[in-house]
């Protein structure tokens, strides 16, 4: 490929009208940039993750704060009139009051750690994630058991068991990828030096 290139530029370079000709590395200036560019660019670059990474973990933040609410929203409900709610109304033959309130309780707890992980800067933040997804799969096994004991399976109950689960394994997800591009960042960063060394 490269020498039908070298050849096709030779053949090229005879002509007088050269407006359709490609441009080649005689043609435009190849020197690479310098230092202060190559640092200019890539302080960019961890400028604008950094940012984004701010971002999506305030939105992540956010959702799980609102899920919280609801938690507690559905708490008191449970508190001032027992069964009243349609999704604990299902429970009412199988449950006492205080263990629906108990799991909620335990599911605010798991929302909480999935909170501090997306908060926490310190390089051992993961370990949140797993203590909410702990507290959550305890969470997914109990209400569960009970849907299944239920005669006919409610559906619009699923999001009890899978909640707090699926909240802390979306932040270690997201956690994930914010760390991958990072690494990408931390990877250009380090090619930069490498290349000032030679």
Known sequence: MKKLARTWRRTRRGEKDDKFVLPTSDDVDSRPIDTQEQEEYVRSLEEAHSQQSRQWRIVF???????????????????????????????????????????????????????????DKKNGHRRWFWY????????????????????KFRWDAIWLPFGPLCGAGICLYVDHLLEESSEEVKKLRNYMYAYKAR
């Not at 609102?66 to 009412?92: T, V």
């Not at 335990?106 to 908060?119: D, E, H, K, N, T």
């Open 132 to 151: 909410s997804s702990v507290a959550g799969s305890a969470l997914t096994i109990f209400w569960l058991y009970y849907l299944l004991r239920l005669p």
């Open 61 to 119: 933040v956010v959702l799980l704060f609102c899920y919280a609410a609801f938690l507690f929203y559905s708490i008191i409900q449970q508190f001032i009139s027992p069964w009243e709610l349609r999704y604990h109304g299902y429970f009412m033959e199988d449950l006492k009051s205080w263990m629906v309130i108990s799991a909620e309780w335990i599911a605010i707890l798991a929302c909480g750690l999935s909170v501090m992980g997306l908060l």
